[in-house]
Structure formats: structure tokens, C-alpha cells
């Protein structure tokens, strides 16, 4: 493929689960927003939730074949080398054919392949961490040499430059005030009374769900209503108090704006990603971190948490009466909850998209003048060496 020499054509690699590939996708409009002849295209696979998030917000999506890393001694351990040996050919193939001149990684299957591709092909790379601990793809490529960036201090990636996690503008500019009367026609909610927004995320949580429905009557009682997403996989049933506002239970949310509209406080896991989206929309939140992997969720709200912008209460510890308790006094004071939103909204970095795209761009030119320059300056087999000498050895990384 041939494009013009000041045309910029940037890869992302995070595909999987919507924590790796949101932040690809803010940074994907951050970069067309900054200049729009910049290229950009996502890697994915036929299994990642890519294949239906990155056609629907316009960005082209190449797919490679997927190679996750065995967990336990069995007959996908001894063919994975062959596996990742495969998936390394396609995707060597696949940034030549996109002239790649930057591979963006962001945690996740999809990256380890990207970013050993980009390595024997001499292509810079700018990896992001946004989690509060570093996953085995974004060690991989901070070892082999990727320029470094972070959503938090002690992610565990050496020279990180700390970031913040990319939100998309959307959300960084949603007028919550402005479309607070449409969100709850919407969802059929009632139009005055505090509203609680509850989600485990897209497959729910069976803990927060059985807490909250189990806390139906009171907040009730205290004139809340509340807007939960349960997940698809689960159900919730909640009878309805007369004269109490609406409790309105949904699998799912697709219109997440208006979601973020009607509420004035939020109950949900503490994923980087969600903890990125609720705080810079100035909604406080009771944070209720996995009680399973190594800890990273609750790392992830604590600078909010720290601000004023919400407190964290562990799985083992949710109970309906544990909710009462975090949500009513909040909710019934206006002035408090007022100060913990902009206490959220102030916790995190509203320029990480751009900010990012800003590096990506930086190591995109250089490595597009370091390729010139080693073409012009060598001849023969010293030729073709010379952009690997120019690589991603000399620079650093980080993602979710």
C-alpha cells in the first residue's frame, strides 16, 4: 500500500474485553481528531468484542488469529508455540500491509503478537497500562523496549510516564445537567428524585445484584430510585412500592450517556476503565472491586477514593443494609454529593487521550526519520538492518 509521506498510519492492538479495547478507541478519536489524515487501524480477533465496538464507532479492524497463554499443563501448552509462531507471521504481514510506522498496544491477547511483530519488523511501539497492575502482554512489551505509559504510579512498568486512562469526548463533554430530564423519560424514571445507577458490568454481579435488590424497599422508603443493569446472564425481580420512585431493572445499558445522565451516584465494580468513565463524568461512586485476581480493581479507585470521590467496600462486606448505609446519607444531601462529584471529576486525567496521541504521534515521526535516515546513510545488507537498529529498543511502555 502506498500513502504520502507525511501520512501517519497507526495500529492498535487491545482487543478481548472492553477495558482493552475503550481506551484503544478514545485514543483512536484523539489521534483523528488532532489530525485527520492520520490512518488508524485496530487488531483483533473473531472471538474479542472488537468485531462488533470498533466497526460501530469507525475505525478499520484487521483480525489475527488468537493466542492466549495456557494457564495450566495440558495439550494448549504444547501448541502454543506453533500457535503464537502462526499468529506472529499474520501480523507481521498484516502492519506491512498498513505501512504500519506505530503499533499502540493496550494490554491483553491481541498485543503480545503485535508487539513481537512490531519488534522483528523495526517498528516503534507505545504501550498503555491502565490498570494499577501491569498484565503479561504490556511486561512483554515494555521488555522488548516500547516507549511507556501509565493510568497510575507502581503499575510495575519501568519509566512510565503517568497518563491517566484515555475517555472517550463524549463522555469527557457530556452535559449531564442538560439531558438529565431526557435520561430519565427514557428509562422511565422518576424525574426529581435522586436517582442510584447500578452495574456489575456487561455479565453483571450476582453480589451487587442480590445487595441492592435486597435494599429495594428502603431506598424506597428514602425516595431513591435506582436504574440497575444486571447483566444478561442474570435476572433481578423487584416489586414495585406504591408511591415510591421507579426501580428500573435492565439486562443491559446501551445508551450509557444517558445512564450517566439520570444518576447522581453510582454503585459498580472498580474495572480502570469504569472508574476512568464515572469519575470524569463528576459522579461519585460506592466502589465494589472483584474479590478475585491480584487486587488490581481496588488499586484502581483508590485516587478517586482518596479525592473524596467515593469509598471502596469489598464484595465479602456488600449487604443490603452495607448499601442503606453508603447510599442514603449521600444521596439525601445535596451539598455533599455535589462536593464528592467534583471531588471525582478532579481525580483523573481529562488530556490522557490526547496526551497519548501526542506521544504516538512524537514516536510515529521519529521512527518514520530514523527509517529515512538509516536508508539514506547504508547501502546493501546494512540496509536492511539499519530500522531495526532504529526500533522500539530505545523506547518505553504501559495499559489496563
Do not use: W
Not at 15 to 35: K, Q
Amino acid at each position: 500500500m502506498n500513502q504520502s509521506p507525511e501520512t501517519l498510519s497507526v495500529v492498535l492492538a487491545g482487543g478481548g474485553t472492553a477495558g482493552h479495547i475503550e481506551p484503544a478507541l478514545a485514543v483512536a478519536e484523539a489521534l483523528t481528531a488532532r489530525d485527520p489524515g492520520i490512518r488508524v487501524t485496530a487488531l483483533g480477533t473473531e472471538r474479542g468484542l472488537e468485531t462488533r465496538l470498533v466497526p460501530a464507532r469507525g475505525v478499520a479492524l484487521s483480525l489475527i488469529p488468537p493466542v492466549p497463554v495456557p494457564r495450566k499443563l495440558d495439550r494448549a501448552l504444547f501448541t502454543f508455540p506453533f500457535r503464537l509462531v502462526r499468529a506472529l507471521l499474520r501480523t507481521r504481514a498484516t502492519l506491512k500491509d498498513l505501512d504500519a510506522d506505530v503499533v499502540v498496544g493496550f494490554g491483553g491477547y491481541v498485543s503480545g503478537p503485535a508487539y513481537l511483530a512490531a519488534k522483528s519488523a523495526g517498528i516503534p511501539v507505545v504501550i498503555h497500562e491502565a490498570n494499577a497492575r501491569s498484565g503479561l502482554a504490556n511486561r512483554l512489551g515494555a521488555f522488548l523496549g516500547a516507549r511507556v505509559l501509565a493510568a497510575v504510579p507502581g503499575s510495575g512498568l519501568k519509566d512510565a510516564e503517568v497518563v491517566g486512562v484515555p475517555v472517550r469526548r463524549s463522555l469527557l463533554e457530556l452535559d449531564r445537567p442538560a439531558l438529565r430530564a431526557e435520561a430519565r423519560k427514557f428509562f422511565g424514571l422518576d424525574p426529581d428524585a435522586p436517582v442510584l445507577l447500578v452495574t456489575g458490568g456487561s455479565q453483571g454481579a450476582a453480589s451487587i445484584n442480590d445487595a441492592v435488590s435486597g435494599a429495594a424497599r428502603t431506598l424506597g422508603d428514602a425516595g431513591i430510585g435506582v436504574l440497575h443493569a444486571y447483566g444478561r446472564r442474570n435476572s433481578v425481580e423487584v416489586e414495585q412500592q406504591e408511591g415510591a420512585p421507579a426501580y428500573v431493572a435492565v439486562p443491559y445499558i446501551d445508551r450509557m450517556d444517558l445512564a450517566l445522565s439520570a444518576a447522581d451516584m453510582v454503585l459498580c465494580r472498580a474495572g480502570a476503565m469504569t472508574v476512568a468513565e464515572i469519575s470524569s463524568c463528576g459522579l461519585p461512586a460506592v466502589y465494589v472491586p472483584l474479590p478475585h485476581g491480584n487486587g488490581e480493581q481496588e488499586l484502581n479507585a483508590r485516587p478517586v477514593v482518596e479525592a473524596g470521590g467515593g469509598v471502596i467496600v469489598p464484595d465479602a462486606e456488600l449487604d443490603p443494609g452495607r448499601v442503606v448505609r453508603e447510599v442514603v446519607p449521600l444521596l439525601r444531601d445535596r451539598a455533599r454529593l455535589d462536593a464528592a462529584g467534583a471531588a471525582a471529576r478532579g481525580a483523573g486525567h481529562r488530556d490522557a487521550a490526547a496526551r497519548i496521541a501526542e506521544v504516538v504521534v512524537e514516536t510515529a515521526r521519529h521512527g518514520k526519520g530514523a527509517g529515512a535516515a538509516g536508508t539514506a546513510g547504508t547501502s546493501g545488507a546494512d540496509a536492511t538492518t539499519e530500522p531495526e537498529k532504529q526500533g522500539p529498543e530505545n523506547r518505553r511502555t504501559e495499559n489496563e
